[in-house]
């Protein structure tokens, strides 16, 4: 059996949040003796690998909701549970991959093309794939102000407006809120834009890569665990 000091040293957490962590339920229930004192085993430790690389992947706030579950689970649905994690994941990278590519795209487009001619709402709509509903919002946003036509009030989109746009839409399709966007949007100047929105997906991916990795590791400790509360 380990004592709290024991489980903080070999686990890299402090005794507090050992505790804490044990109080929330994202570790189960050490063993109290007869003096309160609680008395923990290799088994706490394994959870507490596990939060830490689930945490790595989602976040420590989704990783105490999800371990705090399925504990209590039986293996059936612990490993579907640990499986959508897995596919929410893979769900988030083939966005990255499709705006990776829409970008590719653009800018081959962008190079073939030449071309300085300008787009009503209704073309730059069909041309980039996505409603007219969404250039009027991210308009409204700030992230691209088109010219007004004639007393029609006709929006138009000019070359620089079109490819500011092009880039809004692969980040968004990215999964990229309006505020990160406009961050983006903000650092990005003229022919350099679509390099480092590039850059930016490919961050973005890497990054993933490794919340991917840490989740592949936590794997094995939730395994583990779950395996030995339900023998237990």
Do not use: C, K
């Amino acid at each position: 059996m380990l004592r709290t000091a024991q489980v903080s040293t070999a686990s890299g957490y402090s005794v507090q949040q050992v505790r804490d962590l044990e109080r929330l339920g994202v570790i189960p229930p050490a063993v109290r003796g007869a003096n309160d004192y609680r008395s923990y085993s290799s088994l706490h430790v394994r959870a507490l690998a596990a939060y830490r690389g689930v945490a790595a992947a989602i976040g420590p706030v989704e990783a105490r909701r999800l371990l705090v579950r399925i504990w209590t689970m039986d293996l059936e649905e612990a490993a579907a549970e640990v499986g959508a994690v897995h596919l929410r994941l893979a769900t988030e990278r083939g966005r990255l991959l499709q705006a990776r590519d829409a970008l590719q795209a653009i800018r081959a487009d962008t190079e073939s093309s030449g071309s300085d001619d300008a787009m009503t709402i209704t073309e730059l709509s069909r041309a980039l794939g996505v409603r007219s509903s969404a250039l009027r919002f991210w308009e409204r946003e700030g992230l691209v102000a088109p010219r007004r036509m004639t007393s029609l009030q006709i929006r138009l989109y000019d070359p620089a407006s079109i490819r500011a746009l092009r880039i809004v839409a692969a980040l968004r399709g990215a999964g990229y809120r309006i505020p990160a966007v406009r961050d983006i949007l903000a650092s990005l100047d003229g022919a350099e834009a679509g390099e480092a929105t590039a850059r930016v997906l490919q961050q973005r991916l890497d990054a993933l890569a490794q919340r991917t990795l840490a989740l592949i590791e936590a794997g094995a400790d939730l395994a583990r665990v779950l395996r030995s509360l339900r023998s237990a």
